[in-house]
């Protein structure tokens, strides 16, 4: 009756607070600096295309996606995509959010090792995320040496979830610092820098609770089999 087991809590809620907090932080933020309107007007899409512009990107596109907070780069297609609330909207929040995502199309540029690393073990991780704890359970449930290697297996699957979140937190810190970077060069004002800040930092401890909770699931993993052995 593992499914039941009081030390997962242990392992869950703690990653778990950190991530609603997290969550709090960012649309906390989002919604502050939403309201402060850019001194220039410049919407989050505008801002984008003259980061990308200056930095001799002519040919990535930018695009409007729907969904909240939903903006991303594509390294494949060389498309940036911002959502309704940062594409037309003249606000610090947008112009950051941008910022940061235009960050992401300048390390591709610059062949930025963290993002190649990150965008060549996708394809492991979609299939490792929901196989991987399938394959540990039916080894678990197996007794013997063939019932611990299937485990075993399982965990190393599920391991490149972790690998994966591990990977995107120097992407995701690189990309901001270089978004600062950019806006200062734009001239933004101090006031305004400070509200990109706030927004970009509470978004980049979001990333720190995926890594969280994935390390923590993976350990669960192992105290399971240590526990049984």
Same mark, same amino acid.
């Given at each position: 009756?593992?499914?039941?087991?009081?030390?997962?809590?242990?392992?869950?809620?703690?990653?778990?607070?950190?991530?609603?907090?997290?969550?709090?932080?960012?649309?906390?933020? @989002? =919604? =502050?600096?939403?309201?402060?309107?850019?001194?220039?007007?410049?919407?989050?899409?505008?801002?984008?295309?003259?980061?990308?512009?200056?930095?001799?990107?002519?040919? !990535?596109?930018?695009?409007? !996606? #729907? #969904?909240?907070?939903?903006?991303?780069?594509?390294? +494949?297609? /060389? !498309?940036?995509?911002?959502?309704?609330?940062?594409? #037309?909207?003249? +606000?610090?929040?947008?112009?950051?959010?941008?910022?940061?995502?235009?960050?992401?199309?300048?390390?591709? /540029?610059?062949?930025?090792?963290?993002?190649?690393?990150?965008?060549?073990?996708?394809?492991?991780?979609?299939? #490792?995320?929901? &196989?991987?704890?399938?394959? @540990? *359970?039916?080894?678990?449930?197996?007794?013997?040496?063939?019932?611990?290697?299937?485990?075993?297996?399982?965990? *190393? &699957?599920?391991?490149?979830?972790? !690998?994966?979140?591990?990977?995107?937190?120097?992407?995701?810190?690189?990309?901001? =610092?270089?978004?600062?970077?950019?806006?200062?060069?734009?001239?933004?004002?101090?006031?305004?820098?400070?509200?990109? +800040?706030?927004?970009?930092?509470?978004?980049? *401890?979001?990333?720190?609770?995926?890594?969280?909770?994935?390390?923590?699931?993976?350990?669960?993993?192992?105290? *399971?089999?240590?526990?049984?052995?």
């Amino acid at each position: 009756m593992w499914f039941f087991d009081p030390l997962y809590l242990l392992f869950a809620i703690p990653p778990l607070l950190l991530g609603l907090w997290a969550q709090f932080k960012v649309q906390s933020a @989002f =919604r =502050r600096y939403s309201k402060m309107r850019t001194a220039s007007g410049i919407t989050g899409a505008q801002m984008a295309r003259m980061i990308l512009d200056r930095n001799g990107l002519h040919s !990535v596109a930018v695009e409007r !996606v #729907g #969904g909240m907070l939903t903006d991303h780069y594509d390294p +494949s297609g /060389k !498309v940036l995509r911002l959502s309704e609330s940062v594409y #037309g909207t003249p +606000s610090v929040a947008a112009v950051g959010v941008a910022a940061h995502e235009a960050g992401h199309a300048l390390q591709d /540029k610059m062949h930025y090792g963290p993002l190649r690393l990150r965008s060549a073990i996708v394809p492991a991780v979609s299939i #490792g995320s929901w &196989l991987g704890p399938i394959i @540990f *359970l039916v080894g678990f449930f197996m007794s013997g040496v063939t019932g611990n290697t299937i485990a075993i297996i399982g965990l *190393l &699957l599920f391991a490149m979830t972790a !690998v994966f979140a591990l990977v995107t937190l120097p992407v995701e810190f690189d990309a901001s =610092r270089r978004a600062k970077q950019q806006l200062v060069a734009m001239g933004l004002s101090p006031q305004e820098m400070k509200g990109v +800040s706030e927004v970009l930092d509470a978004a980049a *401890l979001t990333y720190v609770a995926a890594a969280v909770q994935a390390i923590m699931t993976m350990l669960y993993y192992v105290s *399971l089999l240590t526990r049984r052995d």
